[in-house]
């Protein structure tokens, strides 16, 4: 992929997909549900920033990657339809500097909403909080574009192979429904039938870090569990003190860091391959 070519699309990809309302009214939600969690929580007594992130954190695990999702999928199914796609092929860039190119542009499009989402919260902690704990709210900034990269990721790979724009939101909605919200909802989860089909039905017992372990192939989980480096177990009673490797924060953000990139390559590469009619 040329990096050069792929700065070059992202920033025409940046220009068009900001002018997009559908893609600023998902970011405006979130943006005003973290500053709504900031806020409510200053009127608790003595109000905590960490306790604060760690709402903040499942609001943001469910709300965010729709964001992303939304953001993305039309990335290039979009100009496949409209047929628009050819001519961005006609100058000098390849298939896979197209697909790096909308990755960039994208993320950096949700790296933006990010970041007036913290910074809405940074105010109104400077403003209502008796301590601002910079550290913590760097740590969620970082932690969350992690999460921004593997889900935009996926979108665009979903949109690199798919020629319509339905095809394109079946299969992006799809992902977030079975990876986020089938993954993070206890019993009523992927995780919870796997523990139905092993134990109610085959009488296997398993650890609970086998069930936590199969969570986190997630992003969403993954990004969840990545976390603890915000936070102190001792003081989150959620939050077990002593982990296994693969449920550490390290092995987390590798499991984040293959949702950033594998489906690039995959997408890529189906890309590359695809027929535009």
């Known amino acids: 992929m ?66 992303a999702v939304a953001g993305s999928y039309l990335a290039i199914a979009g100009e496949r339809e409209a047929n628009t796609i050819r001519f961005l092929l006609s100058q000098p860039v390849s298939r896979r500097s197209v697909v790096l190119g909308k990755l960039l542009s994208r993320t950096a499009l949700l790296t933006v909403a990010l970041a007036v989402a913290v910074l809405s919260g940074v105010v109104i902690v400077a403003a209502t909080y008796p301590e601002m704990n910079a550290a913590s709210m760097a740590k969620f ?25 339905s095809r394109a939101i079946s299969g992006a909605i ?54 603890i480096a915000i936070f102190s177990p ?6 077990p003190e002593d982990l296994p490797f693969y449920l550490e924060m390290e092995f987390m953000l590798l499991i984040l860091a293959a949702w950033i990139v594998l489906p690039l390559l995959v997408g890529a590469a189906l890309f590359d391959r695809s027929e535009l009619g």
Request: charged share 10%; glycine share 8%.
């Open 174 to 227: 799809g992902f977030y429904f079975v990876s986020d919200v089938l993954f993070l909802f206890g019993d009523l989860s992927v995780v919870g039938l796997l523990r139905y089909v092993l134990e109610d039905l085959l009488g296997g017992e398993y650890h609970q870090y086998f069930y936590e372990a199969f969570r986190s192939l997630s992003p969403a989980n993954a990004y969840i569990n990545s976390t």
């Open 2 to 67: 040329g990096v050069r070519d792929a700065l070059t699309v992202a920033r025409h990809d940046f220009l068009s997909a900001r002018r997009s309302r559908l893609v600023w009214g998902v970011i405006a939600i979130y943006v005003a549900f973290v500053a709504l969690v900031f806020w409510g929580n200053s009127t608790v007594s003595d109000p905590s920033v960490n306790q604060t992130l760690y709402t903040q954190v499942a609001l943001t695990a469910l709300l965010l990657p729709l964001v």
């Open 234 to 239: 001792e003081n989150f009673s959620g939050i």
């Open 141 to 165: 900034f970082g932690l969350t574009l992690l999460l921004v990269g593997a889900y935009v990721s996926v979108s665009i790979a979903i949109s690199a192979a798919s020629g319509t724009r």
